[in-house]
């Protein structure tokens, strides 16, 4: 406030005559004036067509193909004896073919996609102990509430990983077979791993400590899998014994939850070490052969195979260049409206200012 | 009804009937209450109360769609502020509560008198009191040091008033005299109980078996302070918190903004939006779960306690309850407290609000209210203090048709000193004309006459302390002005006894009989004095009203009447008030025959004052003119240029005053609110309801458009000062005027006229006027005052405002605003007022757009996570948004923002305009932003979903994953928040670019912080996010998309804003940076010709007669200014005499004089 203790003289009470407190701090006042706005639309407008192109031509280059394999080929009967719960156990394997009409150059990635499966749900997304899954001791055996019902058993036994999330981990395994006009068949040769974030794979998904001593399986002594999974969580791997546990790729990737029913997971990168594969997946029939263990009839969902090659821009993505384009052309619409408007009216406007 | 009983010096039998003590406590907790009494007190506060709600909903596990920490960690910075304030404020309330009850008092105990503190004094006790000491409880005045047991108090801190009064002791108790006797005083008294009621107080005295009756005559309450009396005894009766000044001091009004009601309804409004957001949410989860979650069971089976979708939907509908209730933050509250007490230390740090004179700097003394300054329409001042400094300086006169004391407009001319010839001449007198002192030095006769009737003709008292030290106490400062006038020019008034007059003219001192005195009144607007010199000759000296002057002047004065009939036009011109100033010689004979005529009409015992009159009548008679005087009633400095400037802005001023109609008419002038090109001026001046609406229906008539529409601005400055009407209204009618039937066309027909003047009216009628026009014209009022009599208008209006720096601090206690200089006024509204105004909507229109932007994201993703209340963002990011990321930016804005300089706002009155029709911030506004806010929402989820839900990282990675998403959302929602503000912002200063570049890094950091392996490590299951900043804000997709969703949500804006400045531009907006051409409208207000002046005192008759019958000369020179300065301050008194005595009289008159004005009008 004004009153200062100290000074007693007639203007003792006088406030301080600063900029601040006199409200004259140098200041910039910008305005709107035509000079500023409509240049700022016209240009706009540019930018954004100018990167909508760009990016429609990036697109237009970057093949995508979607193989829905829910209920195709010999997959009906797979189909049909996942409704029921009680035949889950039974094995059910069953081929779909599709046919790659230009060859993939470059990287080839390839996803599996389910569709009306809802990752996004709060209770199934609060549903997993993070805590577990870093490998900490205590949280391996004492699973949070959160993942209720799925975090003991019916026998009391602790789950590792716990939670609606971990448990409904999708299961089918998918193998590609190329066949060529020559009649053979060759498997397509997959990376399954490396597929993950490497902050999931090496920070926030650890295994309960091990040693050359005591095994990955001794480390999960006392607690039981998952309702929903064929096997144990260090076995999920039979071949790579280092992709087992809570580190394992396909669960990390699961454990990444998706933000809206429909999505794409990915399942393995092609291998271009040898083969007909060093430039990419060539054009061409294919099979591919599933085994059919996640069961989609339930929630009425959908499952595909994609496969799909990226740019630095990501994978095939029309939305965006098109929605730069769009946008272009209702800046440029919105430039011209605000351009007549200006020389027709505004004119008149300016006058009353005087 | 007396339930009192109060014995002397009997404490056992006073503590029967556990009376207070004399401690006080304005404090409210003590440390061990504290925390309870101040939390609970907090949770009456709807919001906290809402708060600690939701915070009780996420503490149930089903519904909490969010952690508890969202909601607690704003809830305890909020509580923990007001907390911190309430405790700082109760630290000094109990500070001052010791400092008061450790004040030392002599009470009488066993027959000695010992020091006790205060709050040890009980009821019943005697306890004496000395010069100057502050009475420390309602005490009966028992015997006193002075004569017939009077002593005198001075009541400033109890209403204000800093006249001193008088209090008088029962006679049988007065005789007391000494302690040994009081000690033995066993009286006992019953009274009323404890009330607030400051003039009245009725008790009876039982002593020695004899009753005697109290008043409030006897009394002497706690807060006076007594003054001039060597000591006095009283006995206790109230003490502590039933003392009159306590119970006085109840908890004032808490006044709140229109801002602050509309803010509430809008709130409201968004509680009911809320609860139509949760239902249809709520409903889609029913649908959801019943259509596609039963069939996810087995993935997800539903919580225990539910068992069917209508539970769940019904757990649902509370869980999007919390996640949408930031649309209406807590820390909106606590921004908008904030932002107001940034704009009120503006206001105190205004150096141009500071008046070095006296050393005060404007105060706002509420710190809740400053928005409304921008929105003013009406202010109601008060005259005396305010519009005036209540200073008469006697500034021009004309004497046998010369005129002095015309202005030298050139330099700085030097005010004359007549220190050097005259030893009794007063310091403080300024006199700028040279020629008048030469005239009398030379001794022209005329000049010498001119200022020896003002030396002889009044009724002033006068006291002498020491040799040449003269005081005069006048009755009315016009008095005061012209005798220390002729004191100056070397006739001095020295002393006066009944019979006679002594004065030192020139040096040489005079003794004047005094032979009667022809006491002034509103009738005859004159008064006279018949003298008999030392040289034994007799003479009549007059001074009064020109008008009724000039007809009792003898034929030969004809020429000389018609100069100085010129210079009191010029002085009229000028504001000035205006006498006639004459004298007759009369020969012994003559008089003799008219005392023997006069004492024949005083003795009579009908009609006596009609006999006295006549008889008056006849001997001021062909008398010679001298002159005439000019008196400024001195305004404060700068009151035309303010009035002239806040009307420019539309504001209708209305002076109430408890002046007379003329006093406050010519004030009207002087000030500029009436001019000379005004249509009509109205007066109302009925006695009863009928004639009080005859008057208002013809004048309604005569107003061609009543209160024509705010929203047709005058087409020109010109037009909007000239052609139109003033209404002046006095007190009596005011009277029926504000009764239920009549009130609305007084009002209509008030509001009409560009400026209203009511005169006599009493504080309470202040009051109602304001809350009248309160009431039906939903405008906001500002009260303006100095004095004890304003506090009542100021406590109602919308706004008060005190004058400071003054003796009386009642008004500013009462106000919300104080300075020292009523010119301060147009700073406060046009500068202030309309910053605090437009910076106040500026921020809520942005706060509530931001808020929704951030929280609809949320609605539109229900749609797709099954309406099961999943939330769009990271649970900081929720708790961080409206406390971190974006409060600063918007903050700045609102306590720094400028749309035009300062000085353009003074320049351009109409700026002021918009807070009037409260075109910034209202209903439509607010449906704008929502609706900015709701498709900025829409984009913000939208664009995101379309870009993501397919797009892969550059790695083969799909970018559909929630993290992401909520962290590409939450980036692209502040981002286009911090466009927004920046477009909003339209003077950016330092600390808004900190803000704004500080708030964006801020949350970078602050979100590179929380997806850190470090805080994951520590607390796995809270820090989840880990590695998402990284690996979403890598991706050029990510920023393409943030970049497509802000261009998408400015562009429009932009586009909008555009249109609306080229189409419609206000004014603010074209006067941003031209500077303008002003000074014009000044001008045109200058000198108008038409005289009305007239003898214009604040007098009230009979006062002569005090004098000459020497009544008063007994009565110590205090005494008699308390019954000098009755007239100013004692409001009720006044009210009722006037009302009782001359009213009945004076009303004729007063007509009949503005009936002439009128005519003057019409020519």
Redesign the interface.
Known sequence: ???KQAGTG????????SAF???R????????T?QT?LP??YI?SLV?LL?GIW?LITVEYTYELKVDYTDAGTCEQCFNLRKH?IDSSTPCKCTVSFHVPKTFPG?V?F?YGLR?F????????D?R???QM?G?KNNLKAP?SYCA?FDYDANGKPIAPCG?VA??MFNDSLTVMYNPTDGSKIQVPLYRKG??????KN??FRNPPTNNTFSLQQAFEGTTRPLYWQRPVYELDDIDSNNNGFINDDLIVWM???????????YG?LNRAQGPFTEGLPAGNYTLSINYNFPVE???GRKELVI?M????????Y??PI??LV?SG??LV?AV??TT??VK??KK?KN??E | TFCKRVRANDRDYNEKFQYASNCIMTSKYNIITFLPVNLFEQFQEVANTYFLFLLILQLIPQISSLSWFTTIVPLVLVLSITAVKDATDDYFRHKSDNQVNNRQSQVLIGGILQKEKWMNVRVGDIIKLENNQFVAADLLLLSSSEPHGLCYIETAELDGETNMKVRQSLSVTSELGDPNNLAQFDGEVVCEPPNNKLDRFCGTLYWKDCKYPLSNQNMLLRGCVLRNTESCYGLVIFAGPDTKLMQNSGRTKFKRTSIDRLMNTLVLWIFGFLVCMGVILAIGNAVWEKEVGALFQSFLPWDPPVDNFLFSAFLSFWSYVIILNTVVPISLYVSVEVIRLGHSYFINWDRRMFCSRSNTAAEARTTTLNEELGQVEYIFSDKTGTLTQNIMTFNKCSINGHTYGEEQHMARVQALDFSAWNPLAARDFCFYDQSLLDAVMEGEPAVHEFFRVLSLCHTVMSEEKSEGELLYKAQSPDEGALVTAARNFGFVFRSRTPGTVTTQELGKAVTYTLLAILDFNNIRKRMSVIVRNPEGRIRLYCKGADTVLFERLHSCNHELMNVTSDHLNEYAGDGLRTLAVAYRDLSEEQWEEWSEHFRGADKATDCRDDRLAAAYEEIEQDMMLLGATAIEDKLQEGVPETIAILSLANIKIWVLTGDKQETAVNIGYSCKMLTDDMTEIFIVNGHTVQSVREELRYNGDVCPSKCPPPQAPPPSLLESISGEFALIISGHSLAHALEADMEREFLETACACRAVICCRVTPLQKALVVELVKRHKKAVTLAIGDGANDVSMIKTAHIGVGISGQEGIQAVLASDYSFSQFRFLQRLLLVHGRWSYLRMCRFLCYFFYKNFAFTMVHFWFGFFCGFSAQTVYDQYFITLYNIVYTSLPVLAMGIFDQDVPEQRSLEYPKLYEPGQLNLLFNKREFFICIAQGIYTSVVLFFIPYGVLSHATQSNGVPLADYQTFAVTTATALVIVVSVQIALDTGYWTAINHFFIWGSLGTYFTILFAMHSSILFNIFPKQFHFLGDAHNTLGQPVVWLTIALATVICIAPVLAFRFLKLDLKPQLSDTKKRKPGASGSTLGRLGRGGSRRSGYAFAHQEGFGELITSGKNMRLSSLALATFASRHSSSWIDTLQKVILNSFNISQYTVFTFFYELNESFFI
Not at chain 1, 118 to 125: D, E, K, S, T, V
Not at chain 1, 195 to 200: N, S, V
Request: charge should be positive.
């Open positions: 406030m004004g009153k007639p203007l003792s009470r006088r406030p301080d005559n407190k006199q409200q701090l140098p200041a910039w006042s910008p305005s709107l035509p706005v700022t639309f706009l954004c990167l990016l719960a990287d990635f996803y009306n809802h990752q996004n749900l709060r209770r199934y997304m549903s102990d993070d805590a870093v900490r949070s019902p609606a448990n409904s597929i993950a974030w490497y902050t999931d920070v926030k990444r939850e998706a933000a809206f029913p429909n999505f794409k997971k990915l990168v339930p929630f009425r799909s990226v740019t630095w821009f990501g994978g095939q993505n939305f965006l929605a730069y946008t209702l800046i919105t409206v605000l408007v200006f009216v505004g406007g009353m200012e």
